[in-house]
């Protein structure tokens, strides 16, 4: 494969994603020349020396063009490629690609998908005689599986037209059961004329697209704390038990279980293939798996000087790691993002949290919480947020009275300055992000 490859490869990135996964049943690794040593699991690697369209496909493409991919292609580049260095591969002097047992990219290219996959690979005559067994798969979906016994250049050109089938179905279903959960959210806030935002990613698309993002199966709404203190009066009198929604808070997940400061709505007429609640392992309800939730993020006050806000967010941020001991997953080995004296300092968080109720430990942050008023300092928090959305705060005005749009043709409210909003959140919103990123969150739920 010429040196180019990578360079050409990442031009492929920017368009339609297409996920294919080589796989073998033993490992050898490879150096500069080929195999120099044998690494403990034998796992084959492959010289990889072309992926992508069988015929001429076109590169130059806008991102406005097919903003939404909804199949992947994983090939031998990492989630975060870059020109010779990869992910579970090894990228000699020479230019020659080396997958390993489970190598992925995200190519994207529309003539993939309609004029099929072409994937070249060399097996030398060393690896050949192991017999390595050979997978492609597309969104997990094996469409190639074989035994390679013959040392020298195969080329493989492999249909994968159907592949995201599945997944397109499951976004299907996932969309109609969101827009249910809104309306019936959207109900009740009228009845009870409770002020309410659009947040997160279904702004993104509200604001970016005027829809929601065809891949997000994530919905999530704001409130001041007061409409939130009437909404979940409201809501056992308008879905009393056996209704199509359930309105769940974090000390309602199971006995003495905790999941996140979160409270959801959830749709109970349907189950879907994600689990929002996969983490809960054994010890959360089961009555509430696989169903689909909305969250309902809550806007208490936060000070109008950072470093106190700060200070106040990592009390709960220690109260949240204490309360990670009754989580049913939680493998802290396996976050490449921590060092070892996190690790150690989560160990040592979780014997202490497990000596503490779920429920006095939410009752402590839910105190802390409620403490101050938005009204007295002119900023607000999402204080149920995601862990790390903790310390951030933002003025009263841009959320304000919020101003209503019109979306899946439902009449939502977003804040007042979305824009402003998106961008302390996320940044520059407006533009798509990686590949990778552009999944359901739930449907393959990570643990951690």
Not at 392 to 399: E, K, L, Q, S, T
Request: hydrophobic share 40%; proline share 4%; net charge positive.
């Amino acid at each position: 494969m010429s040196a180019d490859f990578a360079d050409r490869a990442r031009q492929l990135f920017e368009k339609r994603g297409l996920k294919v996964r080589l796989e073998s049943d033993r490992a050898v690794k490879a150096r500069r020349l080929g195999l120099v040593s044998q690494d403990e699991d034998r796992t084959v690697s492959v010289k990889i020396l072309y992926a992508g369209a069988a015929q001429n496909h076109q590169t130059a493409l806008h991102p406005q063009d097919d903003p939404y991919p909804y199949t992947h292609l994983f090939i031998p580049f990492p989630d975060q490629p870059q020109p010779y260095t990869c992910w579970d591969l090894f990228r000699d002097a020479d230019g020659a690609l080396w997958g390993n047992y489970l190598s992925q990219v995200y190519l994207k290219d529309p003539a993939i998908y309609e004029s099929g996959l072409k994937l070249v690979f060399e097996v030398p005559e060393i690896l050949a005689v192991k017999k390595p067994v050979i997978r492609v798969s597309v969104n997990d979906d094996v469409v190639r599986s074989e035994t390679v016994e013959t040392a020298g250049i195969h080329t493989w050109t492999l249909d994968i037209r159907g592949t995201d089938a599945a997944l397109i179905r499951y976004m299907d279903g996932i969309r109609r059961q969101q827009r249910i959960l809104l309306g019936e959210f959207i109900r009740v806030c009228e009845k009870y004329g409770l002020t309410w935002y659009l947040i997160c990613g279904g702004l993104i698309g509200c604001m970016r697209d005027g829809g929601l993002l065809p891949w997000d199966d994530d919905l999530d709404v704001a409130m001041p704390r007061r409409d939130y203190d009437l909404f979940c009066a409201a809501a056992k009198r308008e879905w009393p038990p056996g209704a199509d929604c359930l309105l769940l808070k974090p000390d309602e997940v199971g006995e003495n279980c905790f999941l996140d400061y979160m409270t959801r709505l959830l749709y109970m007429r349907e189950t879907t293939e994600g689990d929002a609640f996969a983490r809960l392992g054994e010890k959360g309800r089961k009555d509430i798996r696989f169903h689909l939730p909305m969250d309902i993020y809550v806007l208490d006050g936060a000070s109008r000087f950072a470093w106190l806000h700060r200070l106040r967010s990592r009390k709960w941020e220690l109260i949240y790691a204490l309360a990670l001991a009754h989580r049913g997953h939680f493998e802290t080995e396996n976050r490449a993002d921590y060092g070892k004296k996190t690790v150690a300092a989560v160990k040592l968080l979780h014997k202490l949290g497990r000596r503490i109720p779920v429920r006095l430990l939410l009752k402590r942050w839910s105190k802390s919480a409620r403490r101050v008023s938005a009204e007295k300092t002119g900023w607000v928090c999402q204080s149920n947020g995601y862990y790390r959305c903790l310390r951030d705060r933002y003025p009263v005005g841009w959320f304000g009275s919020g101003r209503e749009v019109s979306m899946e043709g439902l009449r939502v409210r977003i804040p007042a300055e979305a824009d402003r909003f998106l961008r302390k959140m996320y940044g520059n919103y407006m533009e798509y992000g990686q590949i990778w990123d552009r999944r359901p969150m739930h449907r393959n739920d990570r643990i951690f």
